[in-house]
Structure formats: C-alpha cells, structure tokens
C-alpha cells in the first residue's frame, strides 16, 4: 500500500527555562508508511481521573469520556489495518479503588457490552475478553459471553479488551493449567516450550504485541502483558487519555515505524 500522509506532528513552543529550552517549528507532515502498520497495539488508558479532576468533575465522568475516546479510536485503528487493539480496561490490582468508582465502572463496561453488537455492525470486529472474569457479576459474564459470540465472525480487527487483567496473574494462571495438563498426562514436562506456554495465555492466536502505548505520562507497565511485551516498542505521552485523539496515535505508529526492531539481531 506504500505511504500515506494523514496529519502532521505537533510541536514545542520557543522558551527558556533553567537549562532547558524548546524550539518552535512549523508543522512537520509525516507519512505512515501503510505496509509497516502495527498488528497489535496494547493501550494502558490511563489518565482519567486527573483528567476529570481538572475540570471538577468526578471520576466517573473521566472514564465515560474515556470510554468514547477508545470508540473512535477502533474506527481509526481499523481503518489502518491493526489486527489487535487491546486495551487495559481493569486490572487485578484497581479492586483496591473505592467502591463507588468501582460500580461505575462495572456499569459503564455493561452498557457498553450490552451495545457492541450494534456498536460493531459493520466494521467486521471481533470483541475478545482477556483476564480473570470469575469475581464479575453473572450479568456481566452473560453480557461477555453474548458479545463475543455476536461478533465472533468478525474478521479485519480484534478488540481486545483486558478486565480483571494483570500479567503476573495471568501467567499464573497459565503455569496452573499448564501444571494441570502435565499431571494429568495430557502434556509432556520435556515438550514444554515458549510455544507451548503461550498456548495456555490468555492472548494465544492473537500475534505478538508490536507497540505499547501509555498516556498520562507514567512510564511503567503496571503488569500490562508481561510475557507479550518482550520485544515490544513503548510510546509515552504526557496526554491523559480522556484528550487522547487519532492524531495522538498516528504520531505513536510513525515514531514506531523510525525504529529499528532487531529482536535480538544485529
């Protein structure tokens, strides 16, 4: 498909400050190059608190602003050809957050998956679910299993959405199956290998992970994809995600498309 102009990058204005100084230049036009495109995006959509903070308002209100921004963003995504955007939606540590917030996000993710069948015609995606759904709710369990099986022939673009998800956890949770399995006599301790455990991964089938992206100006994982992050690419902004716009991801794939990725090579 070649390259591709869509936008151009922001940037700094002049000023002078301790020792630092930012220079003012015109608007730089990039091109995305449209046979590099990244098959699997991970976004960590932080930033929604601070953001509803700001502008006094409660926390809930952040995250149904953040919600819409990932709407538009699967349209972008799929419009570029990404095959997987999976994002951190709950992790396993968040059930340490106030109850209220909690039940406003577990509200927010059931609207939003009573929607997706109307939200995805169309746009030939798939939902998946990624994490340890068992302490939800048997509405929210029957709401994920409808979803998933409604949009299953879906074909151009997975959503993947990570709830009740952390890392650790979920390699864990593989080791025990894996274990199981082993103990059971269904799979050899001396043929297991990376492919093999992967199998028992929440994302197994999915390609590996090529860029994560993390607003709000943390830099960390917070147990986002360990085992997948291996030779990821990392892209930090200092927008909260609630702000986070197609612009924002174009300037992330492009400075992930300047980079050389030798996975170990020379």
């Not at 498909?1 to 869509?6: A, D, H, L």
């Not at 409660?58 to 921004?69: L, M, Q, T, V, Y």
């Not at 990932?70 to 972008?76: K, T």
């Not at 955007?85 to 009573?114: C, H």
């Amino acid at each position: 498909m070649g390259n591709r102009t869509i936008g151009s990058i922001p940037c700094a204005v002049l000023s002078r400050g301790g020792n630092r100084m930012f220079f003012k230049k015109k608007a730089q036009t990039i091109q995305l190059d449209m046979d590099r495109i990244p098959q699997h995006i991970g976004v960590i959509m932080d930033g929604n608190g601070r953001w509803a903070k700001r502008r006094g308002l409660p926390r809930s209100a952040g995250h149904k602003r953040g919600a819409d921004i990932l709407e538009g963003l699967c349209d972008y995504c799929n419009g570029l050809g990404v095959k997987v955007l999976t994002v951190y939606a709950f992790s396993t540590e968040n059930w340490v957050r106030p109850q209220k917030e909690i039940d406003a996000l577990m509200d927010l993710l059931y609207g939003y998956l009573l929607q997706v069948e109307e939200k995805f015609r169309g746009r030939d995606m798939k939902l998946k679910i990624s994490g340890d759904i068992s302490p939800l709710s048997d509405k929210i369990k029957a709401a994920i299993a409808h979803a998933e099986e409604v949009t299953a022939p879906g074909k151009r673009m997975i959503l993947n959405i990570a709830l009740n998800y952390g890392g650790r956890d979920e390699i864990v949770r593989a080791a025990r199956k894996l274990a199981k399995d082993c103990k059971e006599g269904k799979v050899s301790p001396d043929a297991v290998d990376e492919a093999v455990f992967a199998s028992y991964l929440d994302t197994y089938g999915l390609p590996e992970v090529d860029l994560i992206i993390r607003p709000s100006g943390e830099k960390r994982l917070s147990n986002f994809m360990l085992w997948q992050a291996a030779y990821a690419e990392f892209w930090y902004s200092d927008i909260c995600w609630p702000d986070f716009k197609d612009a924002d991801m174009e300037r992330a794939i492009y400075e992930y498309q300047q980079r050389d990725r030798r996975f170990g090579g020379v």
